[in-house]
């Protein structure tokens, strides 16, 4: 039975009995949810740029810095580092070709796995726009402008600013929107992906799912994200906001089926996390 099966199949048991333990949801201050997972800043800005450049598309770029994710790793705890030395090993054994092939196959041609956070929370809504409008405002605020051709939920590009730039807006930002990352986690594991290593590392930076996340995981398993039919015409979408709903629509996104590499991460960082 696959992860997603096994984890659909829990919905009626009793938590006490055998089903993954659950955090409770309490109010914590953005710092101690940061560290809610025992990693310190520093190792969290590790993990995050070591999984960013692992989900980027496999280019020549992406491929060279496969040594600099293995040094990275060897630095961090576990789950994390031998998640991610897991999934180094098993792509530079192949070639570029067969690595880029499965890379668009996996996350540009599946809708679970999408590597765009909005689309597990919002779908093709309204709302979408708005949520992209507030991560892109959280890039300005570090002096950061995403182009008209990138929509800024890009998992790789959001773990990337919060490794090089904000680490508490950036893992605000996972956390609003952990359920999506968790459907994909299960997702990767669920096919035998290669890059179910890198989702490990990721979940193991942020605090347990609680009742609330997992709940949000089993919908998004069974219905799948929100989809509107009408369009975004008299929804009062003004400025960015309706320009970054737009766009969603606009583009090849998770929903489209094009076999085709989704928007290239912009460059953030250049080497190391300082």
């Not at 993990?47 to 980027?56: D, K, P, Q």
């Not at 961090?76 to 530079?92: F, G, H, I, K, Q």
Request: aromatic share 6%; proline share 7%.
């Amino acid at each position: 039975m696959g992860a997603l099966a096994r984890l659909l199949s829990r919905r009626s048991e009793d938590p006490g009995k055998g089903a993954t333990a659950l955090a409770p949801s309490k109010a914590r201050s953005p710092r101690d949810l940061l560290h809610a997972s025992g990693m310190s800043t520093e190792q969290l800005r590790f993990t995050w740029i070591a999984v960013s450049w692992l989900l980027t598309y496999p280019d020549q770029e992406t491929l060279s810095r496969y040594p600099a994710v293995r040094e990275l790793a060897a630095g961090l705890p576990e789950p994390a580092r031998s998640a991610l030395l897991r999934t180094v090993d098993m792509l530079a054994e192949r070639d570029a070709l067969s690595v880029q092939e499965e890379y668009v196959d996996t996350f540009d041609t599946r809708r679970r796995g999408c590597l765009h956070l909005t689309y597990f929370s919002h779908g093709d809504t309204r709302r979408r726009g708005m949520a992209l409008l507030r991560i892109k405002q959280d890039f300005r605020t570090a002096g950061l402008e995403i182009g008209s051709e990138e929509l800024p939920d890009h998992l790789p590009v959001v773990l990337e600013y919060g490794a090089a730039h904000d680490a508490e807006r950036g893992a605000k930002i996972l956390r609003s929107n952990r359920p999506g990352v968790e459907l994909l986690r299960l997702h990767l594991a669920d096919i035998g992906s290669p890059w179910h290593g890198a989702l490990v590392a990721l979940c193991s930076t942020l605090p347990p799912l609680d009742v609330e996340d997992r709940e949000a995981v089993l919908k998004l398993a069974e219905e799948g994200p929100e989809n509107e039919t009408v369009g975004l015409d008299g929804y009062g979408l003004e400025g960015d906001a309706g320009d970054m709903a737009g766009q969603t629509f606009a583009s090849s996104g998770c929903d489209s089926g094009a076999a085709a590499p989704g928007p290239v991460p912009v460059d953030l960082l250049r080497g190391r996390p300082s």
